[in-house]
């Protein structure tokens, strides 16, 4: 197969620029995608953080919404980092609308409270690393996983990384330091689910 595999960061609001870097240093093809035609042809896409309320409007606006929840029916990953674990959530606490309901968790936006607004922490991330710089900024908690849901790592008796198949949902921004360890992750759920194409 001829060329760089190409993963899309969506591009409507947020920490972009961030993912597409750590991508390219990774050796694949960041595509900032903004309309549903820059979704053809990628192999798997990063909802990044932000605010997820901004970016949900943008969603409808732009008309991706459709278009994304095809392309996680046709199997390709989907990871989604602070505001985007909230985007791809199947429900939000306090009676938010769901925006893409893939991910059967529930979350609860700026769940640590003000006086903590930002921190790190050091976490072990199972199939990741033992001890994974974590930055938490006004972050979600996951507060119900769904039985098909595996948690990877907690942070005060809280979840804050699961997988659940082709999709993974983290409260911090794995994007905000030099390790790139959890995008190789990602990564590496891409490239087996193209291995396995027929
Ligand atoms: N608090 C934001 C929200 O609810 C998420 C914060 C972030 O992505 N850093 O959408």
Avoid: W
Wanted: glycine share 8%; charged share 25%.
């Amino acid at each position: 197969m001829a060329g760089k595999t190409k993963v899309g960061v969506l591009a409507l609001q947020g920490a972009v620029r961030e993912h597409m870097q750590i991508m390219e240093q990774l050796g694949v093809e960041p595509i900032a995608v903004k309309t549903k035609e820059q979704l053809e042809g990628i192999s798997g896409l990063i909802i990044p953080g932000g605010e997820s309320t901004a970016i949900g409007k943008l969603l409808r606006q732009y008309d991706l919404r459709g278009p994304i929840l095809d392309l996680h029916a046709e199997g390709k990953p989907i990871m989604g980092t602070c505001a985007g674990l909230i985007l791809i959530a199947k429900h939000i606490q306090e009676n938010d609308e769901a925006h893409l309901p893939l991910l059967d968790v529930t979350v609860q936006r700026n769940a640590f409270g003000r006086q903590v607004d930002s921190f790190e922490a050091d976490l072990p991330i199972k199939g990741v690393a033992e001890d994974f710089q974590a930055v938490f900024i006004r972050a979600p908690l996951i507060t119900r996983v769904g039985e098909e849901v595996e948690v990877l790592s907690t942070v005060r008796d809280q979840v804050v990384a699961v997988k659940q198949n082709n999709l993974l949902g983290i409260s911090f921004h794995p994007e905000l330091t030099e390790d790139t360890r959890f995008h190789a992750y990602f990564l590496h759920m891409v490239q087996d689910k193209i291995e396995k194409q027929p």
